[in-house]
């Protein structure tokens, strides 16, 4: 049995032919040599954009852009891990060995009391203006809770902001704020507020300081 092929379908493509000429029928061979001539044109056209885009490019304004991209997500406070950076009221450092969120041996464990304050972290690099968030991993240990507060180092409280946990298991804080000052001191517990500070330890973990408002991911430094 001879099954008959199917007809060849004939391709009509509008080309700007002749004048007065709306459509023309091409061969295969035509139709391919049209289709480089557009895809040689666009290739043209974007190389001209590109080019033109790279004349208005400066070095500084390429400086300027990955120096972003580094600063964002990245900790503001070095060593944050380390806890005997912190200045000590009434507080006292435990251990620093204790599980992680992620179960490493690397968590703070703190004796918090009830005074004005117990201990804070003095950062002093921060600009006027900015917004920046600060994040922390909190474990209630015999404390029934956590208080942590940004101030200025001229008023404890300087941004009315105090962030309380008191929820048992793994918490992460997040707090945000327009710097008024290019000091901070981040105090943790303390009573000078509606929010008391109870005696008792607590598990810290994966402190930082950012720009922005977002908490972004903590890798250990």
């Known amino acids: 049995m001879y099954i008959q092929d199917a007809p060849k379908e004939t391709v009509i493509v509008t080309v700007p032919s002749s004048p007065g000429s709306d459509t023309a029928v091409l061969s295969e061979k035509a139709i391919i040599t049209e289709l480089e001539k557009k895809i040689n044109a666009d290739a043209t056209f974007a190389t001209t954009i590109l080019n033109a885009l790279a004349a208005k490019t400066t070095e500084s304004f390429v400086n300027n852009a990955i120096e972003t991209l580094n600063i964002i997500g990245k900790n503001l406070i070095s060593n ?36 004005s304050f117990d201990c804070y972290r003095n950062i002093s690099s921060l600009v006027i203006g900015n917004k920046y968030t600060i994040s922390l991993f909190v474990k209630l240990g015999t404390a029934t809770n956590f208080v942590i507060t940004p101030g200025d180092g001229n008023d404890w409280n300087t941004y009315g902001i105090q962030t309380e946990v008191n929820t048992p298991g793994w918490n992460r804080i997040k707090i945000s704020f327009v710097a008024t000052n290019s000091n901070l ?3 943790f517990g303390g009573n000078a507020s509606a ?10 973990y994966g402190l930082k300081l950012e720009i922005g408002d977002v908490a972004t991911t903590y890798l250990e430094d």
Request: glycine letters at 8%; aromatic letters at 4%; a negative charge.
């Open 80 to 115: 944050s891990s380390d806890y005997g950076h912190l200045v000590l009221n009434l507080a006292t450092v435990n251990s620093n060995t204790e599980l992680n969120p992620h179960f490493g041996k690397n968590a703070t464990s703190l004796n918090l009391h009830s005074g």
């Open 185 to 187: 001191n981040l105090h």
């Open 195 to 204: 929010i008391v500070q109870t005696i008792g330890t607590v598990i810290l």
